[in-house]
């Protein structure tokens, strides 16, 4: 009885193993199917623009910076606050739509500002308010055919200082609005 034990362990063990060595060789094969991918690329619909806004006006201390790429698809803003209060930068610069086709927003706010004498920040845009000290993506609607919206920045500061913090976002928009972006 010993014996057959012993066998029938044994035979276990050489299966186990050959079973492994299988599996091993079956996981290294790869077969590859051939695809062909293009891409067209054109003249961006959306794009930020500060043709008659308060960009480059007269700030607390110094301007209301907005500087913009090239071709308007990244924007740089910069602004002086009061220390204390709240301080409204209204129509900095505008979101616009120059397609014939409407166009579905969102904002994303990847970094958020983390300073404690911050106790409020708001992006608006349109008529859409955009909490900026936490991070999350935020629907704005949709903008039609050469539509624009208008875009503000409201801040309330506590500090008995000096200070600054900063957030990034990102513009996200799509012809469909099916789903959130990730």
Known sequence: MNRTRSNTR?????????????????????????????????????????????AGGPDLSGTITVTLSEDGTDADITVHPSRRGTTL?????????????????WIKVNKAFSNSSITEAVLIVGSTQINLRQTGTTSIGSIN???????????????????????????????????TPP
């Open 145 to 179: 055919p050469n539509g624009e919206l208008s875009v503000s920045l409201r801040l309330k500061i506590s500090s008995s200082g000096t200070g600054s913090d900063d957030a990034s976002i990102e513009l996200v928009y799509s012809p469909q609005s099916d789903e």
């Open 10 to 54: 044994g035979i276990l063990m050489l299966a186990i193993l050959i079973a492994v060595a299988v599996s091993a060789v079956n996981a290294a094969v790869f077969v590859y199917y051939p695809m062909d991918i293009a891409a067209s690329w054109s003249k961006r619909p959306i794009y930020f623009d500060t043709t008659g806004t308060n």
């Open 89 to 105: 930068y209204h129509n900095i610069m505008k979101i616009k739509n120059e397609d014939d086709q409407t166009y579905y927003l």
